[in-house]
């Protein structure tokens, strides 16, 4: 082999791995490329599940809504009643005071798939960053402040009816006499107490709630319309 065919064969070498290398770099360049899209679509898909849990609390809010307006007409009855418990209408007011009991709904937001989001990065690949602030505060503080009036109006509802409503009627019960029953006065403070200062404290704090879910239903429709490849 002359020196010029060795040449040729270094040459045609040389060219072939540089192929060889550049073709190795393209696989892996788009396998970064293809792997980087399955991740972004993969967040996409868990927006669109979170989107559709933000549009089942807003039905959820709905109906707790309007339980509570129920019960505050309940409210109002017994306060009315109590005021002349020389007349109380005895079926009325278990039927009242069962419905308090029985039937407090309150609100306890879904939190499944943002739990997944934030356990793994698929909040990373949210193009939107003031977007996933906004949701990290909602379900960390706005969520969370909303669950904690919840437990706390349940248990001051159950300590009412169970302690100083069950005494009063009961008494009221076995007497057929408001005659005496030092524990109906007392029931009826309870109850004005749980009237106003959780039936309308949670009402307004549901309407808050409420504004701030449209808000973000809204911004999380905007920016899944806008990132629908």
Request: hydrophobic share 40%.
């Amino acid at each position: 082999m002359t020196k010029k065919d060795r040449s040729r064969v270094w040459v045609r070498w040389t060219g072939e791995a540089l192929i060889i290398v550049a073709s190795v770099f393209i696989a892996i360049y788009l396998e970064g490329v293809a792997d980087d899209s399955a991740r972004s679509d993969d967040a996409h898909a868990a927006m669109v599940q979170l989107l559709s849990e933000l549009r089942a609390d807003q039905e959820d809010l709905r109906a707790v809504r309007e339980q509570q307006l129920t019960l505050r007409d309940a409210y109002d009855d017994l306060l009315g009643w109590f005021a002349e418990p020389e007349r109380l209408p005895g079926d009325s007011v278990q039927a009242a005071l069962d419905e308090i009991a029985f039937l407090n709904r309150t609100m306890y937001p879904r939190r499944g798939t943002w739990r997944a989001l934030t356990s793994s990065d698929q909040l990373t690949w949210v193009t939107d960053r003031s977007l996933v602030t906004r949701l990290a505060n909602f379900y960390e503080s706005t969520n969370a402040r909303l669950e904690y009036a919840g437990r706390d109006y349940d248990f001051n509802v159950n300590d009412v009816l169970r302690g100083v409503a069950t005494r009063a009627w009961d008494s009221y019960r076995l007497r057929s006499s408001a005659a005496g029953n030092d524990h109906l006065p007392e029931l009826r403070e309870q109850l004005r107490y749980l009237r106003l200062a959780w039936n309308e404290y949670y009402v307004d704090l549901l309407d808050d709630y409420g504004a701030e879910l449209r808000t973000l239903i809204r911004d999380l429709e905007t920016y899944l319309a806008a990132t629908n490849t």
